[in-house]
């Protein structure tokens, strides 16, 4: 599900999965979209993502959650200059000592943030009519709290109703297995989840364990300085047959409302420039660079309802 629709998950192509335009870290008290000037952003942010259409880019996933500056018709007015395939989310962050949830987020239910979500989906985001293309929440990296396993257990509801699959800021494997774990009390199974942040996982066996149980490993940080990390957790996944679970982007961009221009804009092509060119290197097969960039993407960010077979589902 795209800003501009629903195209299928053959026509997305070569995707960018986890992207920013615009990042506003004012918090969920303070933001509001007067901070910043929609022609600005599109100015500054137009020419890298032109950039990235011209190396082969089909379908750019933009991360920014509410609160934290997601804005439907600045991405969609990005989608329609660009004819790339934007996509923007549902859910709420709460990574970051909860700055970036709105006040309801502490009292409400996870039924009730639930509701709101996939009310989202139903009817499109804040009278724009522009539908979310998957859930974004965030929890902190370690031990999750009360608050955050509501925040998971909220995504589970709604990813039940609606088939959108969860992207959660992460970072290390313990909060990471502790959320496959609610996931699974929920009856919703590992495919549905996607693990960002998951290089800050430095014990690489925790990526095949969780990628066997079913998840998408993101490895999303790539940049020019750090390839041959990359090219080593991606060559983890590769050598115990899990290729196919790998999803790789850069986190870049992130307009700053409040700075000069906006600050230092990061580009979106390490990916590549940087990293294919070593793959290829490394005896990666196009068809499994395809895989990478292409066909995981898409079995990812299809919209299917993934239960797992061993629960019942309990709705409130
Ligand atoms: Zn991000």
Known sequence: MTVNGPV?????GLSLIHEHILVD??????ITEKRWDKARVIQRSLPFLRQVRHLGCRTFVECTPAFLGRDPILL???SDSTQLH???NTGYYGAADNKYLPKHAFTETAGQLAARWIQEWEAGINNTGIKPGFIKIGVAGDSLSGLHRKLVTAAAETHLSTGLTIASHTGPALPAFQQLDILKSMG???EAFIWVHAQEEKDLSFHVR???MGAWISLDGLSGDNIDEYVKMIDNLRKNGLTGKILLSHDAGWYHPGEANGGDFRDYSALFTNLVPVL???NFSAEEINQLLISNPAKAFKIEVHRSSDRIVHFR
């Open 8 to 12: 299928s998950a053959g026509e997305m």
């Open 280 to 282: 290829k290197n490394e």
């Open 86 to 88: 934007i996509l923007t």
């Open 210 to 212: 969780a990628a066997r």
């Open 76 to 78: 969609k007015s990005l």
């Open 188 to 190: 919703v199974a590992p």
């Open 25 to 30: 870290f004012i918090g969920a008290d303070s």
